[in-house]
């Protein structure tokens, strides 16, 4: 997204068509009765007529339900349910580390990529960021067809047409700006819901375009009892071009936000982390000294017992009648290093008033004098005022931190709030972060980690971005890893969509190491293999472990002919039928592309490292083990019955789940094996007739 749109640099044009009447009628009407129209500008007759209805002041119950509406809702989320028989085929060439990695970067659709994650990812993700098109009028909105989400797709991606494939932008003369936005958003919000975790957390980068649609429209899908709060960013200042029409009365944009939605309660009793701000001025409530003996003194008393400290005050002019006033202490560090490194020496001594824990009730400390309290694993520090009112003393030591600000500083700091400030440093050097450039709406990386910060990512945790321009996400990911040992993973989504220049032709762009990229996708790819090699190549001794590697899928159809072209089945048959399949696979697709379907549909994640094995009784048969209990066999064909039979003779784990082998149609030599195999198959079972083995087919 064009963070906030600068004033245009070209004289508007004029409109040289005649004067439309019946636009003119309706600005009239809209003046006059604003509330006939829904958000997207159309006129609508109910409520024109509700509008003119004589006005009755008694109560009624006929109160219209409360919250969003907009044409197509309801198509819109039946969308999320529709299941679709796609997959992702792995791209190792465009890889990194393509075998151990468990960073995925997918190409597609999202709405269809998140749908093929459903079985795999679901409740498994602990944060989401997503930084979608702001709606802004310039901003690619991608058109649904929701009856065939996947053909559209192939279609645009497979076969470019005249316009250069994407064209739609979703422009306010549409007449369905708001609601298409809105219909692209609802499912693919209803989806991530889903494979967020009970503890998870989404946040979502907004303009003020859809801040307010968004916010409803979340309130409906995760509950407005999980909002957490929207972020207020500062993404520039007022300067530049930007002064010129703030002097003349424009409110200039200068934040954009960030809603916040947890998964559930869930997420609260998990640890977060503050955020830190650092600030210059001295907080004078901080002007009382803790001496050693448990007597309570001043500040400024204890600075004027300092010889330097006190040469200093004398220096520069701070001292009466032999007295230092804490309302000089800003003056005095604005002049003194002296006085500064005395404060930074006794941070513990210096103290604060605060309200003392509930359970220090009946303690017993004297006015003038301090003791110790120690409460849910921490010391309290507890004093009385002369009312006789029990207080505790915040320590300056407490509030002394390395601030989270863009050039982070030790000093003192403030908890950061919803308004995160001082982006738009960032924002300067943004273009160069992931050493290639990207004009649409590339967020600073400091942005994502600091969210994953306060939400706490935890060492092994899965973060999604399912609208990943740049891939800013995958980078904060890998930077956090590099600093503290951890493993955490990252999945990204990305559409192919075409590269183009500011007239809207179809551009090739040559990195510096002579890479072309010709869509946002190919970019995205860059970005995550030179960061990756960056952050490697800095991380020094850590390097070893640090996982910079990315495994590439991209969106198509199935590699099984009986199920493309489909009507969408419903998700119960879609799995009956997954069962019954025959050997038809679609021609050009590898082993390997066969392989991932398997394990995509069967619900294991697209970060497994596979490994290739035979079994004892089993000669010539080669399987990809997804761990020692559960066996693949993809393309092979003909597997005789003799090997079947030690297979399936595969005990189950004392207490644990039968072991699983999942195998093509094609693997039977004929029908006389597969009623042979299916004999078998019921007579290797334990006590309670549960099979040893369980065998699926594809
Ligand atoms: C504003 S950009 C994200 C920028 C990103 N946060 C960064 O730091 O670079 C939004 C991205 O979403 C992509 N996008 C839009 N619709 C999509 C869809 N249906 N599926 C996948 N990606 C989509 C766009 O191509 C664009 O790259």
Redesign the pocket.
Known sequence: ?PNTPEPPDTPEKLDGRSLDLRAQRLDALKAVLPEAFDLDGNLVQDKLLAALEPVSYEATDDIPTFGLGWPGKQQAFAAAGVPTTATLRPAPDESVDFDTTQNLLIQG???EVLKTLQRSYHGKVKMIYI???YNTGKD?V?PDNYGEGLDTYLKRTQQKDEDGFWTSTNSETSGRKHANWLSMMAPRLTLARNLLRDDGVIFISIGEDESANLRLLCDEVFGSENFCNTLAVEMSTTSGPKTVNAQQGTIVKNIEYVHVYKKSLQFESNPRTPLFDSIDAYDTHYSIWMHEDGTLGSLSEAMMHNDLVRKDVKKFGFEKNGKFSIKNMDKLFAVSETAKAFVKENLSKIASVDRPPVSAEGESPEFGRWETFEADHRVYYLTRLENGKLRALMPLAMNYRTSDDYRPRFGRTVIRGDLWKGFHQDMGNVAKEGGLS?E????PIRLISQLGKWATLQKDDIMLD???????TGHAVMAQNAEDGGNRRYIT???P?PLKDKKNNCIQVTLDDGVVCET?FDLTRERLKRAGRKIKAEAGLNAEKLDTGLRVFKLDSSNFTAWNGDPAPSEGELFERLEKLADHTVPGRSESDILWEMLLKMGLPLDLKLEQFTVEGAPGVHFIGVNDRTRVVSTQPAIPVAAFEALLDTPPEEGGPPAELVVLDSAFEDDTARANVATLYRQRRDEDGKPLCNLKVV
Do not use: C, H, R
Request: proline residues 8%.
């Open positions: 997204m659709d999202n709405l930084d979608p098109p690619f991608y990207f649409n709406g590339k967020k399912f609208f990943a321009g740049s891939g800013t989504v990305q559409l969509e946002i």
